[in-house]
């Protein structure tokens, strides 16, 4: 069973920064695109980033350009994720999850494995 495990939620007050880790085998790691998906309270399971497997390219929700930041380190098999200027509205059980394919990254069903989540709380 493939194990995907976040780390690194927690509580900032709004305007911080936080960085979330996923650490998985390598051979998911470096052989599919990883992404980043939230989930708040009463609310569908959205994406926040990812990382193409296929050259690397990276997107984020629109919510979230500009101060959020997704990373690969294949050498250490962790996907990262650093939130700035952290809003309230951020607050949610964040997600690592990986997908074989290279496209529709947005989309919950094209992933094939999940952790199991990591909270973060944005105070204001």
């Known amino acids: 069973q493939v194990q995907l495990v976040e780390s690194g939620g927690g509580t900032v007050q709004a305007g911080g920064s936080l960085g979330l880790s996923c650490a998985a085998p390598?051979?998911?790691?470096?052989?599919?695109?990883m992404s980043w998906f939230r989930q708040a309270p009463g609310k569908e399971r959205d994406f926040v980033a990812g990382?193409?497997?296929?050259?690397?390219?990276?997107n984020y929700a629109d919510s979230v350009k500009g101060r959020f930041t997704i990373s690969r380190d294949s050498a250490k098999n962790l996907v990262y994720l650093l939130m700035n200027s952290l809003k309230p509205e951020d607050t949610a059980i964040y997600y690592c999850?990986?997908?074989?394919?290279?496209?529709?990254?947005?989309?919950?069903?094209?992933?094939?494995?999940w952790g199991q989540g990591t909270q973060v709380i944005v105070s204001s």
């Open positions: 990382i193409n497997w296929l050259g690397g390219s990276t």
């Open positions: 999850a990986a997908s074989p394919y290279h496209s529709n990254l947005d989309y919950t069903r094209t992933y094939d494995y």
């Open positions: 390598g051979s998911i790691i470096n052989q599919r695109s």
